[in-house]
Each structure stands twice: as C-alpha cells, then as structure tokens.
C-alpha cells in the first residue's frame, strides 16, 4: 500500500502574471527578489486570453493584443534584468486566460506569485477574480503580494496553523524561513467562541481544551525542528474571538505569511476559506497558500 509522507519541499522556478497594473509591477520585483533568492529561473506570464477573444475579435485585435503583451513582458524583463543581472528570466505570452495561463506555466512545483490588485477587463489580475481563482485552484504554493515592500524587513514567516495535519504544508513555510536565513514563527488562534456550547465543554473546561492546543502546536513545532535542525522555530498560541482579525495583526510584524488551504468538500469544487479571503484582502505582508499535499510524497509503506 501507499502513504502521503511529509517531505522536504524543493521549490521550483517562480511564476509571476504581469499585466501592466502598478501592483502586478510590484509582484513582478518581489517575484524576481524571491527567485534569486532560491537560486531558481523567474518566469514571466502575460495571460492575453486570445483564444477566447477569437470568438468575438478580428485578427487585427487579435494580433494587437499580442503586440502589447510582447511589449508589457520585454519591459518587465527588462527592468528584473537591471535589478538581478545573474537572474535567468524567460518569458511567456500565453494563449489562455489568467487563471489557466498561471497554472499551465508553474507546472507540479513552480510557485506563483500575483499582485493583489489588477486593471480589470481582460488580462487583469484582479485579487476577488483571477486572484482569488488561482489561490483556490492551483496545485502550487501562491503568493499574494501584500503590503509596502519598502516596509524594514522584520526576520520572520509567520505560519498559521491550526493543528498536527498541517504538517505537510508547514514545511512549505520551513523552507521559505530558511531561504530567507529567517525565523519561523508558528501562530495558532484559538478561539474560545467555537466551543462555548459544545460536547467538548461538557466533558472538559476551556482551560484544559487550551492546554491541549498548546500541547499540539508545540509537538508541531518540534517535528518541524527535525526537518530543519538550524531553523529557529517558535510557536504562539494566541486566545480571541476573531481569527482573522489576529493573523491580520500578525500580518503586520512578519515578512511572509504562509497558511494551508482547506481540503475541498466531497472532493469537488475549490475551496478557500473565510480566514483565507479577508487575509488576501487585508494583510500587511505578502501572503502564501499552499495546497494541502503540496509538500508530501508517495512511497510504498
């Protein structure tokens, strides 16, 4: 038989989407600062959607459009080429829309970055559209460009864990500690209102259910530990009411925040959960969401 075993990731080449939007701009220099920081390719992807736009558009659009996506990637790739002169950069004007031009191109292990604001209409990158579509579709780590990226950097990612099955993704937020030679810091919100009411109350006090949630998330903390002996690694579990709103605040002292992204109900259907959403929307810091088998593999048991 087989099982999912956590592994240690290896990161691919960076995928980021340009469209000529300020924030895609943006997301272009912080994908090419974390390419060469992993020592991986960057690759630039201007989705120009022509095979849809065939449907209803002359050749004469069609080929203007290509035009301007050729101009928009020669640009970009001019400007990373200024600011990382060793970075390998290629290039691609995709046929596809965003959201399938940016998967096909990241492939099983690139990571795609985004900006969190695009132009709108065609080819945007819109965070609530084609940002929100490929964090909840992808089959890589996405990385939504947050924040001032002239913001001091701070020396540490943040993970936002809930318990032990997080394991698989938190090594994701390992690596990214490590290339950064940062601290990784483990936050895990518990939220008192969840189980007021509940079975769990009846049977022990919230006192003791926090003990417990403590207890895991150092455990977690320690398994991490083993992965990356030369990692610092810290863990906080921190009591309110509104997780969001403290991994918001959270947001505002880290370099990276990374989280997992839920399994999809029955199987079907994308899924991005509400802590998810208003993070995407409202951190200070770029975000990360990994797919939840991202970072294990298969091996005969």
Known sequence: MTSA??????????????????????????AA?????????????????????????????????????????????????????????TK?????????????????????????RGLGGFSALMLGSVGLGVAARAEVPVIVVR????????????????????LGWL???????EARKAALRLVSVWNVLTH?????????DLDEIARQRVHEIK????????????????HHVETGTSTPG??????????LLVMGRQHRALGAGPSLGRVAHVLLHHAHCPVEIVPPAFATRVEET
């Open 5 to 30: 075993i956590p592994a240690r990731p290896e990161f691919g080449n960076v995928v980021v989407g340009v469209d000529g939007s300020p924030s895609a701009r943006e997301a272009v220099l912080w």
């Open 33 to 89: 600062d974390e390419a060469d920081r992993r020592g991986r390719s960057l690759h630039l992807v201007h989705a120009a959607d022509t095979d849809r736009r065939a449907i209803f558009s002359n050749a004469e659009t069609i080929q203007s459009v290509r035009e301007a996506g050729r101009d928009l990637l020669t640009e970009s790739a001019s400007v990373v080429r200024d600011l990382f002169p060793d970075l390998a950069v």
């Open 92 to 116: 691609e004007l995709s046929r596809q829309e965003a959201v399938a031009g940016l998967r096909a191109a990241a492939g099983n292990r690139g990571t795609i970055v985004v900006g969190n």
């Open 147 to 166: 924040g001032d990226r002239d913001r001091p950097a701070s020396g540490s990612v943040t993970a936002a864990v809930h318990g032990a099955s997080d």
């Open 171 to 177: 090594l994701v937020a390992a690596a990214e500690a």
């Open 196 to 204: 007021v009411g509940s079975v769990a109350t009846m049977l022990d």
């Open 219 to 234: 455990s977690l903390a320690d398994l991490v530990r083993e992965f990356y002996p030369t990692l610092t690694v810290g």
């Open 246 to 255: 403290i991994l918001v605040e959270a947001s505002a002292h880290t370099d």
